[in-house]
């Protein structure tokens, strides 16, 4: 599956890369702050010229669903989806946790802030997905590394089944101060152009119908309708 | 002749039309987001932005095939990118400027509140400036010289609730349902429209400014006295009936009000009026009612050209032909700025 690529990813920093024969041939970072928004399109229009092609010699469009910024992500699955329906070529979508691991050897846990104490988590060995993308307080997925023997299971798991379980993603920068000095921490923080790529290429396209309804890893609703869950089920007789 | 492709998403609706140069509307799809919103009261900005995403494709591919074109024909893409909710206008500029990179035509934006007044010469067929222009919804309530259609400056607007969140929110208070607007309006044709004396704002001031939080609080002291801690909307019956109808009446009245004396501060002879709140019926035979006293002409567009929608967008006509374009790093406005 070669062809000339466009590779976008949002989720955090926005970052955007051209990829031909194979091979990532162009990346660029968006300055960070809520101006990269704005600078996305441009950004791909410029870094597609400069790699000499035009956006009709696109063959494929692969982009980043997250977990992450819930505005990053749709800007970037708006000029995913948009460009691909118009200029009628495939579009992939890469799990964001996929592609940090992706750099990873090893047993990893990728994490990211879902906020009000929880994170987004998923486990990897050598890039295969171990376990579902899931939220979990963050107290309760750092007790796995409590030093043993009170150490619950899942760390010590880990390291029988093929060695130490480091920990990558977003959420080693947000929870630098929260995690235990012991724990191994991978320098990959968000996932790199060429990792989007590389992963994006053992996926298979979407089709018409999945471009078109294809929404970011929310994993939940809107803050308004979560309180309105809890304050139902809250309400219901137990 | 050029084919336009227009988007709207500046609040919960989202929206794609294709028209011509010559103003001729080809499609205008709508997909309303109101049953998502309904059980809140009003509209939720994270619930809006993700809707915008999961609706804006197949929007702009039944308005496409609706025209009877292909994305190949469009010559020009137009967008509101300004005002409205941050996130939701986001995905229309990002898919508009998408769209103008992947077709290889320019780019106009449309200031969504100046597009409200164009629907009224869309639907006239004709001029219509200099004119007032008032634009009354969910988000905006405001007055506005129009010297042309790319000239709008602010005489007035709201200091707190716009018009139809003020709908919203006494439809809340007497139990009515959401949207507020149509289902105070057919509460009200029960009830007498005299039946409480609500206050109307500045209404002997020569300001042109609205306020209708006030209001609202009259409502809700009148329905449930000052103690409304455990208050509970009103059953079905006249009170709640003469409630809504003396509300609405406050509400148009004090919309009517300001409407004559800009006419009057400022000499214009045309009264062009636009959003959610001018499908009400009432408003528009009190609109009618001030423009025979001040001498003026009213016009207010068919419903479908007064909610929110992409085909009023076309606005985007008179830019494309003087040339305005807009830069591809077009950012979404939230707030009003004036065109």
New interface residues.
Partial sequence: MSGAWLILETSGRSRVGVAVGGAVIAAEDLPAGRQQ??????T??RLIRECGLT?RSLTHIAVGVGPGS??GL??G???A???A???GCSLVAVPTFAAVAADVPGTVDVIGDALQGTIYVQRFTDGTAMSELRIERFDEWVAQFTPPPLRGRSASEASREGGELSVAGPGVVTFADKLPVHVTRSPVVEPSVEAVFRVARTLPPLTVEE???L??L?LRG????EK?KAATSSSLPS | MTYFLALETSCDETAAAVFTDGLTVKSSVVASQTDLHA??GGV?P??A??AH??N???V??EAVRKAGIT?ADVGCVAVHNTPGLV?AL??GV??A???A????VPLVAVNHVAGHIYACRMAAGRDIFPCLGLVVSGGHTALFRCDTALSLNLLGGTRDDAAGEAFDKVAAILGLGFPGGPAVEREAAAGDPKAFAFPRAFASDPRLEFSFSGLKTAVLYACHGQDVRQATPPPPGKKRADLAASFQEAVVDALAVKCRQALEQTGLTRLAVGGGVSANKRLRAKLQAACDRAGAELFIPPMNLCTDNAAMAALAVEKWRVGQFAP?????EPNFIGS
């Fill in positions: 928004n704005r600078h996305l399109l441009p791909v229009e956006p819930y505005t749709r800007v699955l708006t000029a989806k948009t460009l329906y118009a200029l471009m078109m309804r929404e970011p929310y809107s803050s308004a309708e309105a | 059980r809140f939720v994270e619930i932005s993700r995403l999961r804006l494709l197949p702009i591919d994305l996130g986001l995905v990002t898919a400027k998408a769209l990179v992947a077709l290889g591809p790093d077009l950012d979404a």
